[in-house]
Structures are given as structure tokens and as C-alpha cells.
DNA sequence: TCGATATATATCACACTGATATATATCCGT
DNA sequence: ACGGATATATATCAGTGTGATATATATCGA
């Protein structure tokens, strides 16, 4: 999904600056979706030449420039659209997981130091998203977005926690000459892709 | 983490083309994280610039320009001290989410339509990893990021499937009035970011 | 024999990130 | 009251990556 369509939907919810729209996705989507100011003011700019959103500009009084944008009909229209036409998928980018994938080249107190690193980060979001519960203004599908993001991170902290000494006992054993027998991953039995 | 690593990486674990590179990603990355042909040509033409790859170029018999890459000595090395230096942070980014988070927008059959959509995604990427389960040529930290998918989509499904009923329940009798009262989602309680 | 699929590389427009620059305002400690 | 940190607010850009497209040949099955 694009950061345009993102900002759209984000001005669907209220009329916002570029500043206030980040600050929205920080709080609400950071755990399923980014987007950087480097995308964002772009978007705006673009959103208004295609008149989905009506620029209002706040000069003058104290801070200069402040671009408050507002969705119009057709902007509105263009959401619901889009959003119907988006396919449900995700994707996930885990530098965690590619060094896991790799964890037999690197020193086993490396290793360690990654599981814990990774611990903190989970522990971390998972406060947060607890934080966020039990709103009562969140709709029906924002206390779904929630409650999917506890759920999986509770099962990734839990199975880290569980496989963590097992694994780290394993790498100790490794013996060097290991590290040079490995081979390509062609392990699959042709099953579905 | 840059696909140029990634390549590199996956050199580490034997010979190959980027063609060979692409098609490992998909059978044992595809999970945790992407890379398409337009950054993995350019990120091995760059490697074997920078002395990082050998170059063997297979011309004349049948294909022609087949491009063998082996990693050098000083690329391995580069390679692990690049692993050690990366922080363990994963980023999801789900269109899925994003939906569900503006579902009081959507018609209930779209929203019906998107739930089935990725429930199939999720049941076809779980019998993936399972059939990938119990190689034996399987590092322990592969294995680990096998593991950690499936118990992680485990979780995804069963939540999915558990609360489905309720939320379109709920959404059937949104009032369209409902629509025009959502706000901003500034319900955080100044809690840790 | 013909179309589909697999092997194999290359390129490019478009999109996004992360860093940087530029100001002003406000809050807090000393 | 002064100064530093943080917050508000916009803008730009080099570097990186995607997804599509182009180009060939080989192989497999109907």
C-alpha cells in the first residue's frame, strides 16, 4: 500500500498537517505499517494537485507555514475505493531472523547478545500495544489491529524464551569444521511454494 | 539489512548464480524477508568490485553469460563482522492490518472477502514452512526461523478465526452515522513509545 | 509442434527511507 | 534569566529497493 493512499485514509479520520499525520502513524500503525516524512510531504503535495484534499494554509500567527489538510468528497470516494481494491497480504523484514539463519558464523556471546536485543524489542512493543488497549474510541477493527499484534508477539516471545538455551547450547558444541560443511538450503520436498 | 548483504550471506553457504541467490531467498527467506532481481544483479556486480566475489563466467556452452559467484576469503569475513554489527529489529508491513484498522469504512462483504483472502494466505504459507520442517541438513538456527514462523502464524490464524465472527457481527450493525463520528486515535495514554 | 514453464541476465521508472537542513516554541533545570 | 533539550513543522535528496519489462534459450508435456 502506498504512503499516499495511507495519508488519505489518515485525513479520513480528521483534517491534519504532515507533522500530525507521523505522529498518528507512530502511534497506530507503527507496528504493521512505516512511513517517513520523506514520503509523506510528497503524498500531500500530490493528493492535493489530484484534489482529494483541500490544503488549508495557517501563516502569519507563530508558526509559519502551517499546511492543514482536509479530505474532500472525491477524496473520501477514492479511499473507500482503493482500500477495497488492496489484497489482504503482509510481509514481513527481519534482520533478526536472517541473522538467526545465519547464526552458525557468528560467536555464540554474538548470538546471545541478538536474543536479547530481540527480547527487549519484543517486550517494548508489546507494553506499548498493551497501552493501547481497552480505548473506548477505538472501532471494532482498530482493537483487531491490537489484539493480533499482542497475540503474535506474546507466541514470539514465548517460543524465544523457550528455544533460547537449547539453541545457544547447540552453538557452543559447533565445531569449526562445521562452519565449512554447510550447503545450500535445497532441502525442500517440492511442495507447495 | 541491504540485499548486497544478503547476497553475500547466501554465497557463504556455496557457489551460485543470482538467479541460484533469488531462488533460495524464495524457498528459505521468502518468510522473513525480499529481494527482487533488480537489487541482487546490481548488489553482486557491485560485491565483485569491492573484491568481496569471484566472478566465473560460464559462456559458450548451451546458455550463454551464465555468471558463477563464489565468495572470497575477505568476503566472508566482511560478511560476518556485517552480521555481528546489525541490530536484531524486524519491521512488519501488512496491508491486511492497515484494512482491518479502517474496516468501519469498508461494505461488510469486502471486509468478509479480505478476512477469507488472508486466512488463505496464512494456511498457505504455514503448510510451506511445515513441509520445510525436519531436514536433517537443517542448522539449529535454521530450524529456530522455521520454528518461530510457524508458531508466529499459528497464533495469526487462530486469532483470526476466533474473533471473525465478532467482528462482522459488530460491523453489520455499524450505523452509517458511525462513520462520520471517527476521530483522531489519540486514546495513548502517554505510555512508553 | 506448440505453448508453458524454467533458466538466466539486465534495466528502469517509481517509491520509500533515513539523514540533513531550517526555523520557532516551549519546557525544565540551574 | 539563560541555555539546552525536546517538540512543532516543512522540505529535500542520495541511496536503496520493487515490480515490470525485455531478451534468449532450453525443456517438458499435451
Known amino acids: 500500500m502506498r504512503v499516499k493512499t495511507l495519508c488519505l485514509g489518515a485525513l479520513c479520520l480528521g483534517d491534519a498537517t504532515g507533522y500530525d499525520i507521523k505522529k498518528l502513524f507512530e502511534a497506530a500503525f507503527n507496528h504493521f505499517h512505516g512511513a517517513s516524512f520523506g514520503s509523506i510531504y510528497p503524498s500531500l503535495k500530490q493528493l492535493e494537485q489530484e484534489e482529494l484534499v483541500d490544503l488549508h494554509v495557517e501563516a502569519g500567527e507563530k508558526h509559519p507555514d502551517r499546511k492543514l489538510y482536509k479530505v474532500t468528497d472525491s477524496g473520501r470516494s477514492a479511499f473507500i475505493e482503493e482500500l477495497a481494491q488492496t489484497p489482504a497480504s503482509e510481509q514481513l523484514s527481519s534482520d533478526f531472523l536472517v541473522?538467526?539463519?545465519?547464526?552458525?558464523?557468528?560467536?555464540?556471546?554474538?548470538?546471545?547478545?541478538?536474543?536479547?536485543?530481540?527480547?527487549?524489542?519484543?517486550?517494548?512493543?508489546?507494553?506499548?500495544?498493551?497501552?493501547?488497549?481497552?480505548?473506548?474510541?477505538?472501532?471494532?477493527?482498530?482493537?483487531?489491529?491490537?489484539?493480533?499484534?499482542?497475540?503474535?508477539?506474546?507466541?514470539?516471545?514465548?517460543?524465544?524464551?523457550?528455544?533460547?538455551?537449547?539453541?545457544?547450547a547447540t552453538h557452543l558444541q559447533l565445531p569449526d569444521a562445521a562452519r565449512d560443511e554447510m550447503l545450500h538450503a535445497d532441502c525442500q520436498q517440492e511442495s507447495t511454494a
Do not use: N, W
Request: hydrophobic share 40%; proline share 3%.
Open 99 to 168: 541473522l538467526l539463519f545465519f547464526a552458525h558464523l557468528l560467536p555464540t556471546d554474538v548470538l546471545r547478545q541478538k536474543l536479547a536485543e530481540i527480547e527487549t524489542y519484543y517486550c517494548h512493543e508489546l507494553e506499548y500495544l498493551e497501552s493501547l488497549s481497552g480505548c473506548p474510541r477505538h472501532t471494532t477493527g482498530i482493537d483487531f489491529t491490537i489484539g493480533m499484534g499482542k497475540a503474535a508477539l506474546r507466541t514470539k516471545l514465548a517460543y524465544l524464551r523457550e528455544q533460547r538455551d537449547q539453541l545457544l
